[in-house]
């Protein structure tokens, strides 16, 4: 008896000191989410959720059981299960221990189970539960949304089909640990600080990961969470993003809504159209996840892309047509590289080169009217540019215009937004265009230039000017289209599908009243033996499938 009770008030010391740790003593907004070791008295325990995680050893010896171990611990033998799933499947007969065995013994923490009432919830494939407090939520497509219109918790969260295999970091979760912290290095560079990973394990064998850091916009810190369950046949992620210094126990809050997800083994059919691949799924080892490092840089604006190597191959001097763009890139380049004043002189004392602009990978041209209410009122047109995250805009007479010609000089664009089309020549001066968005108004328009276009991924073509196709064979071209949108309420030939096999995204926009000399709604709608892989296919506003 002496020698159990000894061995008793040693785990209790062992297991307390290693929860003392994991205590929090913040507020989440009025609420509180830390997680705590102890049950308060008289608490239902159905109001909580239990987390298990990593934490001491223990050495089996004669005549012990997991039930007497579990009761020495927390005073409850009935426990014992957290034992069993803390040493993940390495005991294949928890009714028999031998002495020596070295067991796993959990760290045990309770967090509140969120408001019942609240979330998101499909019958018969998942459940998910929001915290209580003030804050703002969106669900989540390809991208993050890591900046917050207020004081308020941004809540990012994404429900869809897990891809990547039932609690799919748990066996790799140091890998991934050495993947995200490579991420954080490479891509935010001196930024990231505080950079805290979790890994629980859940009473329904879902294990809940997650990391957290605070990430510096240069203007004010904020911090950002990102929390994953991965189950057998849906996954969830929850990011959240707030000012560190207003809400400092924001993570709590993310933990808490992550912790409440309940994967219930359904389909989906609902959910955010995916419209392009994840925001930097290609910039680590996990594309079906949300690389919160890319969104980060690109949500708060901030530079990207390095000064570029000298005497590189092939470097020669650009020549320019429209002075006026020539010298909106020159102040792009500015602001990219975060210039001095001494290096800004250098730089405009000689030509651009064809490696300077090889940094500017995503390239946006708008067109606006605009009048200025002076005396005499003027009316303008304004050109807008934008270079990766840097905008210019170029101001003409109303009925002024600019020569497109040298868009043939960003021969590393991947990603173009324009309002008209330019010469086939700039497209073909673009080998690695992936995604093109292109608007025009003036009927007539075709797509002739998308034999230019074999590595294009997403394609969205807007605007009246297109409304006279009725087939487009120059997509047969674009093997790799995954994501398509098209305003041609006449298009009725869809054979380029048959060359397209990975389109995931497929949608037909346009008013069918206003065409009724057209052909009918069924002549106008693919086969969907044609569409394989699409998980969203929209036709003209009738959503005919949808699996996140």
Not at 114 to 130: I, K, Q, S, V
Not at 235 to 244: F, L, Q, R, Y
């Amino acid at each position: 008896m002496e020698k159990r009770s000894a061995k008793r008030f040693l785990m209790i010391f062992i297991i307390c000191g290693l929860c003392g740790v994991f205590r929090f003593h913040v507020q989440a907004a009025e609420f509180d989410y830390s997680p705590i070791s102890e049950l308060p008295q008289e608490a239902d325990a159905g109001d909580y959720i239990k987390l298990s995680a990593e934490g001491s050893t223990y050495e089996v010896e004669p005549g012990d059981s997991l039930w007497e171990i579990a009761d020495a611990l927390w005073g409850d033998g009935n426990r014992y299960q957290d034992i069993v799933r803390a040493n993940n499947g390495l005991l294949p007969d928890p009714d028999h221990i031998e002495p020596g065995e070295k067991l796993v013994i959990p760290k045990l923490l309770y967090i509140p189970g969120g408001d019942a009432a609240g979330g998101a919830y499909e019958e018969g494939a998942y459940r998910l539960r929001f915290a209580d407090g003030d804050y703002n939520s969106g669900r989540m497509n390809y991208f993050a949304r890591v900046t917050h219109p207020d004081d308020d918790i941004y809540v990012n969260w994404s429900v869809v089909t897990n891809q990547m295999g039932h609690n799919a970091l748990t066996d790799s979760w140091d890998d991934f640990v050495r993947e995200v912290k490579r991420c954080s290095g490479e891509i935010c560079k001196d930024r990231v600080s505080d950079l805290t990973f979790e890994k629980y394990q859940m009473a329904d064998g879902c294990d809940l990961c997650g990391y957290t850091f605070l990430f510096d916009t240069g203007e004010n810190v904020e911090k950002i969470a990102v929390f994953y369950r991965f189950g057998t046949q849906n996954m969830a992620e929850i990011i959240g993003v707030c000012d560190n210094e207003k809400n400092p126990a924001m993570a709590d809050v993310i933990r808490c809504i992550a912790a409440s997800f309940e994967d219930l083994g359904g389909k989906l059919k609902t959910g955010a159209a995916m419209w392009d691949d994840i925001r930097g799924g290609e910039e680590w080892k996990y594309p079906e996840l949300h690389n919160i490092f890319v969104d980060a840089m690109e949500g708060y604006g901030l530079p990207g892309g390095g000064k570029p190597e000298r005497d590189a191959t092939g470097d020669h001097a650009l020549t320019w047509e429209e002075p006026l763009i020539e010298q909106a890139v020159r102040s792009a380049l500015v602001d990219l590289w975060e210039m001095d004043e001494a290096e800004q002189a250098a730089f405009m004392d000689r030509p651009v080169m064809a490696s300077d602009v090889a940094v500017i990978t995503r390239l946006t041209c708008r067109k606006y009217n605009w009048t200025y209410h002076t005396l005499p009122p003027r009316d303008v047109t304004i050109i807008a540019f934008r270079f990766n995250h840097h905008e210019e805009e170029i101001e003409l007479e109303r009925g002024g215009s600019i020569s497109f010609a040298d868009l043939a000089n960003f021969s590393a664009v991947e990603q173009l937004e324009l309002y008209k089309i330019p010469d086939d020549e700039c497209f073909s001066a673009m080998p690695h265009l992936r995604k093109l968005d292109i608007t025009v108004a003036q009927l007539g328009a075709d797509l002739d230039f998308l034999k230019y276009c074999k590595e294009l991924r997403s394609l969205y073509v807007r605007g009246s000017g297109f409304s006279q196709l009725t087939e487009i064979p120059e997509l047969a071209d674009c093997r790799e289209l995954k994501y398509l949108y098209l305003e041609t309420p006449r298009l009725t030939d869809f054979t380029f599908l048959k060359a397209c096999r990975q389109v995931r995204t497929f949608e037909i926009a346009g008013e069918l009243s206003s065409w009724a000399q057209a052909a009918p709604y069924e002549e106008r709608i693919p086969g969907l033996e044609l569409l394989p892989n699409a998980q969203f296919i929209v036709f003209y506003d009738n959503t005919i499938r949808c699996e996140p």
